[in-house]
Each structure stands twice: as C-alpha cells, then as structure tokens.
C-alpha cells in the first residue's frame, strides 16, 4: 500500500482521527456549498428589523444588521480555511527547505540558520504579526495570508533539521553517496520523503493555530476587513448585541471552536501513525 494511503488508513482507524476527519468534512462541504443554496453573507434584506432568533428561514438568526448568520458562517469558514491551508503550506514548505539544508549541510551552514531562527523564535509571533500589520490601514487579504505564512516556519524547520540529522547517516543515504547521487538529489529524494510524517503533523497541527490567530486578529479588526465575513470580525461585531441576540456571536465562536479541535484531533491521531511509541 501507499505509505500516504497507509498512514491515512492508520488516522481512520483511530476514533480520535475519524471524528475529526468527519467534522472537518462537514465544515469544508458547508464552506464550499455555502454560495449555492445560502443568501449573500453581506446582504442586508431588512436592516430595521436585525437581530432575529433562529427560526426556519434563518437557522441560526440574523444579526443586528439584518445579515443571515449562516451564510456568514459559512462564508467565514471559506476565508478562514482559505488562510489557514496556504499560510500553512507556505510556511511548512520554507521551514522544511530550510530545515533540510541546514540539517543536512551541517557546518557553518546550520550554525548560521539555527542561530536565525532561534532568533526570529525568541520574538513572540502574535507581536511581530501586530507589528507588520499595524503598517497597512486595510490589508489585502493576499499580504495578511502571506505576512501569517511569512511568520510560522521557525518551528518547523527545527524540527525538519532533527529529522535529517537522524536520517542522514541512515544505510541508504550512505548507498545513495556511494551510487553518485548529488546533494539535491539526496535532500528531496531520500531524506525529506522519510521527514513527512512529522512535517505533516506539524502541518496539520497549524492549521488550527493560525484559524485562533486569524480570528484573534480578525477581533482586533488587523486581520480580514469587512465587508468580507471572518469568524472573529463577526465576534466583534456582534459584541454589542452580546445579550439581546447571543446567537450573532455564539455560532462563529462554536465554528472556531469545532474546526480546530478537529483539526488537533487529526493532528493526534497523525502524531500517534507517525510514532506508535508516544500514543
């Protein structure tokens, strides 16, 4: 079997993983059937009379401006995934090229990059995050998701770099050195395929921290910019009918609250395929 297709089957089997996995189906099938059968998430059909319950019309009500709180859910769910997934592979894809170089150069080369990113780690993310985008008065959403990818890669190339340490005197490396093989060719044939495991922990992992820090910044009103729906911009919205209509707030925040613990339920369950002995 596949080693991917194997290590899949292994998170299915695990309760924790197919949970989940089922969960974070359901959201990205809302996310991406949203815009066929739902209202616009900015439409605002009777802004005199907002702030309605859930009923049949509206499942989960409207908010004070009259807006479907499903539709924007939905629609909040479709940026947050969107940012999440490429600020995640951008910064898994710098980490591992840096974590693979440094690891397997050695030398100077890994001095010089340990001691950078050791570094850029000692400065908290959130901080240097509310730094850069405190620059920009509305940020594109492209520079928000490029400035979150940017800013998460210190992690992982560290542990990309101990993955190639232990790999990279392994029999077969040695066989592939001995047969000609080129540094590159070593790199990204042999030794960052048998370091995926861990990365695609770690990517998985990510994924629910950067949907917190999207919605956290989002709240702060640094993060996505109206009138695009982002979970944490309808918590903020929705604050000043915290009492008179909860449901504004309480269904992006139970959104969060369900995408990244299965996102981490995915994660565990990858964590214990990956190594059998930590489960």
Same mark, same amino acid.
Do not use: C, K, Y
């Given at each position: 079997?596949?080693?991917?297709?194997? %290590?899949?089957?292994? #998170?299915?089997?695990?309760?924790? +993983?197919?949970?989940?996995?089922?969960? %974070?189906?359901?959201? #990205?099938?809302?996310?991406?059937? +949203?815009?066929?059968?739902?209202?616009?998430?900015?439409?605002?059909?009777?802004?005199e009379h907002g702030g309605r319950p859930p009923s049949l019309a509206h499942p989960m009500g409207t908010d004070q401006l009259s807006r479907d709180v499903l539709a924007r859910v939905a629609g909040g769910a479709r940026v947050s995934l969107a940012v999440a997934t490429i600020a995640v592979m951008m910064s898994i894809t710098l980490g591992a090229l840096v974590g693979l170089v440094a690891g397997y150069k050695g030398g100077a080369v890994d001095a010089v990059a340990m001691r950078l990113v050791d570094a850029a780690l000692a400065i908290p993310r959130l901080f240097l995050l509310l730094l850069l985008l405190a620059l920009w008065e509305r940020i594109p959403l492209a520079v928000f998701i490029i400035v979150v990818g940017a800013t998460g890669w210190f992690g992982t190339s560290r542990l990309v770099r101990a993955e190639v340490l232990r790999l990279r005197e392994s029999e077969y490396v040695q066989a592939a050195r001995?047969?000609?093989?080129?540094?590159?060719?070593?790199?990204?044939?042999?030794?960052?395929?048998?370091?995926?495991?861990?990365?695609?922990?770690?990517?998985?992992?990510?994924?629910g921290e950067v949907i917190l820090l999207e919605a956290g910044l989002s709240f702060l009103g640094l993060g996505i910019q109206p009138p695009t729906p982002s979970w944490g911009g309808m918590i903020f919205d929705a604050r000043e009918v915290l009492v008179t209509a909860p449901w504004a707030s309480v269904f992006p925040a139970l959104a969060i609250a369900l995408t990244v613990l299965s996102a981490n339920l995915i994660g565990d369950a990858l964590r214990d395929a990956v190594d059998p002995r930590g489960a």
């Open positions: 079997m596949n080693p991917l297709r194997a %290590l899949l089957a292994a #998170v299915w089997r695990r309760t924790p +993983g197919r949970i989940g996995a089922i969960v %974070l189906a359901v959201i #990205v099938l809302g996310a991406v059937a +949203g815009p066929f059968w739902l209202a616009s998430p900015i439409e605002q059909p009777d802004i001995a047969l000609g093989g080129g540094g590159a060719r070593i790199m990204f044939r042999h030794l960052l395929p048998n370091a995926a495991g861990p990365l695609l922990v770690a990517a998985t992992l990510g994924i």
